[in-house]
């Protein structure tokens, strides 16, 4: 997670002017020291070693050593090379002819121009196979690399040689501009075809649908328009609202700070704290808060980061029920900081965050608790193949074409349309608490949080039994294998396979015989750790 452009800017040259400073004036010689030894291999390397050597390939190794050793996946270098790209991830901007693109029967695809893109003004369709790029045939290559030659500089131009479903071919000639992915989107496009999202989803009970993909730099700005807009066809005011972070990564923590403050007035939204950095607390204001419209929320667990942070806070301030499954459980706030040399950015995590009712949301292995939960009683899960359904039934939805995507009038025919049982109950609960002024979990299935903690345990089980049975499948070839191979090296051993060790101690001495530390042996499977450990039996 980042903080805003400005913000994130003021911190990079904060970053970059401090390490200058600290370096020209107050050398620190256990930094120095600490490099020693790497200068002292590639020293080495470069004198002795028998091929050339790359010293990018170097360079870029011993940084993601540094970086691997952390255990923390989402500290990451960046090269100068890929910064664009990041930065594309990071803020959804990015210099093309707008579309959305993937592989169909082995083809680079239009799957849907963006809204008021060069693309779709160009005349380009959803489903057009794109057969060439300027003159030059996409058979063969990737989407990355087809990509890349729509990418270029705004008021360039790009001809696409595109196929539609007739066999006939045609020319397109698009103008690249700079394309912004807007992450607000609603159930449905809008009758005229032009793009426009449709976000009153039952306009009787004045309830509005608003699905968030990403938290980029702009999207409080955005996902208030989509309110306004849909209360403004609501007649003034809403019924309800639904709001969908599922499958929403997170992204920009200030953004999701604003979202949580347009809708509380008072409060605190959310903490952070780090090794280096003074804990924060971000609170509520009463300014431009917006009605007290009942709210439910949907998540999953793909929901993270700025997601969690936005669900609990209205969690834990009781301004929304939370529906779908518990979240992901990313608790940890990273910035990212150019290297001062310009080799690269480092995203580093710097913070750790909690939600207003201290709950830690960050997932480490042995957390019992983690992310937000659904409100006791809306707990929801979808099969894998419900996912799959719904997911199909919403790219379909995303699709711009010149052709109407009736409103579903109710909750079956939501699930008929667009398959989305959890959106169905959301409508469900919205009209029974504006019909009685309570919330009720309407036809969900009966459940507090001790089902949530059964779901975790059977979703844990369930990737245990796989990797189990990937076991023993490579048991079974190694088994194979030796037998061709008599002279293979024997299967390291650190005790007999018929001994049980759980229950028992391992003492730990230092080089002298001196006892460190006496451990208590819990599980079953120290063997195939050791071994890894760097021991000798």
Same mark, same amino acid.
């Given at each position: 997670?980042?903080w805003?452009t400005p913000?994130?800017?003021?911190?990079?040259?904060v970053?970059v002017?401090?390490?200058?400073?600290?370096?020209?004036?107050?050398?620190?010689?256990?930094l120095?020291?600490f490099?020693?030894?790497i200068v002292?291999?590639?020293?080495?390397?470069?004198?002795?070693?028998a091929?050339?050597l790359d010293?990018?390939?170097l360079?870029?190794?011993?940084?993601?050593?540094?970086l691997?050793?952390?255990?923390?996946?989402?500290t990451?270098?960046?090269?100068a090379?890929?910064?664009e790209?990041?930065?594309?991830?990071?803020t959804?901007?990015?210099?093309?002819?707008g579309?959305?693109?993937?592989?169909?029967?082995?083809?680079?695809t239009i799957?849907?121009?963006?809204?008021?893109?060069?693309?779709?003004?160009?005349?380009?369709l959803?489903?057009d196979?794109?057969?060439?790029?300027?003159?030059q045939?996409?058979?063969?290559?990737?989407?990355?690399?087809?990509i890349?030659k729509?990418?270029?500089?705004?008021?360039?131009?790009?001809?696409?040689?595109?196929?539609?479903?007739s066999?006939?071919?045609t020319?397109?000639t698009?103008?690249?501009?700079?394309?912004r992915?807007?992450?607000?989107?609603?159930?449905?496009?809008?009758?005229?075809?032009e793009?426009?999202?449709?976000?009153?989803?039952?306009?009787?009970?004045?309830?509005?649908?608003?699905r968030?993909?990403q938290?980029?730099?702009?999207?409080a700005?955005?996902l208030?328009?989509?309110?306004?807009?849909?209360?403004?066809?609501a007649?003034?005011?809403?019924?309800?609202?639904?709001l969908?972070?599922?499958?929403n990564?997170?992204?920009?923590?200030e953004?999701a700070?604003?979202?949580?403050?347009?809708?509380l007035?008072a409060?605190?939204?959310?903490?952070?704290?780090?090794?280096t950095?003074?804990?924060?607390?971000?609170?509520?204001?009463?300014?431009?808060?917006?009605?007290?419209f009942p709210?439910?929320?949907?998540?999953n667990?793909?929901s993270?980061?700025?997601? #969690?942070?936005?669900a609990g806070?209205?969690?834990d301030?009781?301004r929304?029920?939370?529906?779908?499954?518990r979240?992901?459980?990313?608790?940890?706030?990273?910035?990212?900081?150019?290297?001062p040399s310009?080799?690269?950015?480092?995203?580093?995590?710097?913070?750790?965050?909690a939600?207003?009712?201290?709950?830690?949301?960050q997932?480490?292995?042995?957390? #019992?608790?983690?992310?937000?939960d659904?409100?006791?009683?809306?707990?929801?899960p979808l099969?894998?193949?419900q996912?799959?359904?719904?997911?199909?039934?919403r790219r379909?939805?995303?699709?711009?074409?010149?052709?109407?995507?009736?409103?579903?009038a109710?909750?079956e025919?939501?699930?008929?349309?667009?398959?989305?049982? *959890?959106?169905?109950?959301?409508l469900?609960?919205?009209?029974h608490?504006?019909a009685t002024? #309570?919330?009720?979990p309407?036809g969900?299935?009966?459940?507090d949080?001790?089902t949530?903690?059964?779901a975790?345990v059977?979703?844990?089980?369930?990737?245990?039994?796989?990797l189990?049975?990937?076991?023993?499948?490579?048991?079974?070839?190694?088994?194979?294998?030796?037998s061709a191979?008599?002279d293979?090296p024997?299967?390291?051993?650190?005790?007999?396979?018929?001994v049980?060790? *759980?229950?028992?101690?391992i003492?730990v001495?230092?080089?002298?015989?001196?006892?460190?530390?006496?451990?208590?042996?819990?599980?079953?499977?120290?063997?195939?750790?050791?071994?890894?450990?760097?021991?000798?039996?």
């Amino acid at each position: 997670m980042k903080w805003t452009t400005p913000a994130l800017l003021g911190t990079l040259a904060v970053a970059v002017v401090g390490s200058t400073l600290a370096i020209a004036t107050a050398p620190d010689r256990d930094l120095y020291t600490f490099f020693d030894p790497i200068v002292d291999v590639r020293a080495m390397l470069g004198e002795h070693y028998a091929e050339e050597l790359d010293d990018q390939a170097l360079q870029i190794g011993a940084i993601n050593g540094m970086l691997e050793s952390l255990d923390d996946p989402y500290t990451v270098f960046v090269p100068a090379k890929d910064t664009e790209n990041f930065a594309k991830d990071l803020t959804g901007e990015y210099v093309g002819i707008g579309a959305e693109v993937g592989l169909r029967d082995g083809w680079f695809t239009i799957l849907t121009p963006l809204d008021d893109s060069p693309a779709w003004h160009a005349g380009v369709l959803a489903n057009d196979r794109v057969v060439a790029i300027d003159g030059q045939s996409t058979e063969g290559h990737s989407v990355d690399q087809c990509i890349e030659k729509l990418m270029g500089q705004p008021g360039t131009d790009v001809t696409i040689t595109v196929q539609r479903a007739s066999g006939e071919q045609t020319d397109i000639t698009i103008t690249r501009a700079p394309i912004r992915v807007n992450p607000v989107k609603g159930f449905a496009r809008s009758d005229a075809g032009e793009g426009d999202w449709r976000f009153l989803l039952d306009p009787d009970s004045r309830i509005a649908y608003v699905r968030l993909s990403q938290f980029t730099p702009t999207c409080a700005a955005e996902l208030r328009a989509a309110i306004e807009k849909a209360t403004t066809e609501a007649g003034g005011s809403l019924g309800g609202l639904i709001l969908d972070l599922r499958f929403n990564p997170g992204g920009v923590l200030e953004q999701a700070v604003r979202i949580a403050d347009d809708f509380l007035s008072a409060g605190v939204i959310v903490s952070t704290e780090g090794r280096t950095t003074p804990r924060r607390v971000e609170r509520a204001t009463a300014d431009g808060t917006l009605p007290d419209f009942p709210m439910v929320v949907l998540v999953n667990a793909q929901s993270a980061s700025a997601s #969690e942070v936005l669900a609990g806070a209205l969690a834990d301030h009781n301004r929304a029920i939370i529906l779908g499954s518990r979240t992901f459980g990313k608790g940890l706030v990273q910035s990212v900081r150019p290297l001062p040399s310009g080799a690269g950015v480092l995203k580093i995590t710097e913070q750790h965050y909690a939600l207003p009712s201290g709950r830690i949301i960050q997932r480490e292995d042995d957390s #019992e608790v983690w992310g937000v939960d659904p409100t006791p009683g809306y707990f929801l899960p979808l099969t894998d193949e419900q996912t799959r359904d719904m997911l199909a039934a919403r790219r379909e939805q995303e699709i711009i074409a010149h052709h109407d995507h009736p409103a579903p009038a109710d909750a079956e025919a939501i699930v008929e349309q667009l398959k989305d049982p *959890q959106l169905a109950a959301a409508l469900r609960v919205l009209r029974h608490r504006i019909a009685t002024g #309570e919330f009720k979990p309407v036809g969900i299935p009966e459940n507090d949080p001790t089902t949530v903690a059964a779901a975790e345990v059977k979703t844990i089980l369930e990737q245990r039994d796989r990797l189990l049975r990937e076991l023993v499948r490579l048991d079974r070839r190694l088994t194979a294998a030796e037998s061709a191979a008599p002279d293979a090296p024997e299967t390291r051993d650190l005790w007999p396979d018929d001994v049980s060790v *759980q229950g028992g101690t391992i003492t730990v001495t230092d080089a002298q015989g001196n006892t460190v530390a006496t451990l208590t042996i819990t599980g079953p499977d120290l063997e195939r750790w050791l071994i890894d450990a760097g021991v000798e039996p």
